[in-house]
């Protein structure tokens, strides 16, 4: 008898930790649509190249541009406009990664907003970037915040460009806790 007892106690212990441990997991779906201002000319730009090939000397350009870094702080806005709210920055590194016939960048960004319902969280990006492409992904590794424990996608599309400047919209899709 005391032995059914005993079983049927761990059995519920079992039980109950299942139950908080799903509770614990229980994953939440967050939808975000932004667009980052990537100034690279002027007086202020917002990416600055700090590394490189000393030289640029061939006639192609993206041999030129291979091997490129750069350090940004891009606004986030919630229109196309530079003048309108911003969200958040963009901060990171990115370096161009392809010998290719195409500009394709590493990005390394992490995405830290400063207003709305996520003022003080951030998801991270690493990832693949083929500029010229109207549609990019992006995988989206972490975060934090409200956003810890993110995974999730940055589905990337050029707005507009001015010379070099562009302004790049963001549809991003998130799972986190
Ligand atoms: C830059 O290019 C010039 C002319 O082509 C060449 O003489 C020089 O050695 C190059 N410098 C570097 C660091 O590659
Ligand atoms: C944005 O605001 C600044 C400062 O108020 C102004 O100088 C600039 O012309 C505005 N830009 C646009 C595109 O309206
Ligand atoms: C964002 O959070 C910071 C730090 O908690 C706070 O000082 C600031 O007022 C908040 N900003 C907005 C727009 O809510
Ligand atoms: C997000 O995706 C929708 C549907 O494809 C598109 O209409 C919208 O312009 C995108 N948003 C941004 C900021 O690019």
Do not use: W
């Amino acid at each position: 008898m005391a032995l059914v007892t005993k079983f049927l106690f761990l059995i519920s212990l079992v039980i109950m930790n299942m139950i908080f441990t799903t509770q614990a997991l229980k994953s939440k779906l967050t939808h975000l649509e932004f667009y980052m201002h990537d100034i690279v000319g002027g007086p202020k730009p917002t990416a600055v190249r700090v590394a490189g090939r000393a030289n640029f000397t061939s006639p192609d350009p993206v041999a030129d541009m291979f091997g490129s870094v750069f350090v940004m702080d891009n606004p986030l806005t919630v229109t196309p406009h530079p003048n309108s709210t911003v969200l958040g920055r963009a901060q990171g590194i990115y370096a161009m990664s392809s010998q290719q016939n195409e500009f394709s960048l590493l990005m390394t960004l992490t995405y830290n907003f400063i207003t709305g319902p996520y003022n003080g969280s951030s998801f991270s990006v690493l990832g693949r970037n083929p500029v010229m492409s109207e549609l990019r992904e992006m995988p989206v590794v972490g975060g934090t915040g409200k956003f810890r424990l993110a995974r999730g996608y940055c589905l990337a599309k050029t707005f507009s460009t001015d010379q070099m400047d562009a302004v790049i919209g963001y549809n991003v899709t998130l799972i986190h806790y």
